[in-house]
């Protein structure tokens, strides 16, 4: 089994940062994608940003430039720098995880974290 264990979450007040972390465990082969999502309420859940095990990143258009996803493969984990957040990044936050999991499987598998709250809020 895989798991994805988040820290970081908490209230910070408009124009402030926080930093949310993830780290892998468990019995698996390699990790491909990592990356973290989130869901407002009553919003579904979106992709913020994610990276590739050769470093590729994407983000959603509206935290580039504020946003910063960074991965130690040695480590098995991800990390995602926020910048002058605004009450709009309020969410859960969920790391996420492309797995391979055995020798003999070729697929990867998805895998989720319990979610980090994140409140932007003065």
């Known amino acids: 089994q895989v798991q994805l264990v988040e820290s970081g979450g908490g209230l910070v007040q408009p124009g402030g940062s926080l930093r949310l972390s993830c780290a892998a465990s468990?019995?698996?082969?390699?990790?491909?994608?990592m990356g973290w999502y989130r869901q407002a309420p009553g919003q579904q859940r979106e992709l913020v940003a994610r990276?590739?095990?050769?470093?590729?990143?994407n983000y959603a258009d509206s935290v580039k430039g504020r946003f910063t996803i960074s991965r130690d493969n040695a480590k098995n984990t991800v990390s995602l720098q926020m910048n002058t957040l605004k009450p709009e990044d309020t969410a859960v936050y969920y790391c996420?995880?492309?797995?391979?999991?055995?020798?003999?499987?070729?697929?990867?598998?998805?895998?989720w974290g319990q979610g980090a709250k994140v409140t932007v809020s003065s």
């Open positions: 990276v590739t095990n050769g470093g590729g990143e």
């Open positions: 468990g019995s698996f082969i390699s990790i491909n994608a």
């Open positions: 996420h995880a492309h797995v391979y999991v055995s020798v003999w499987d070729d697929r990867s598998h998805e895998y």
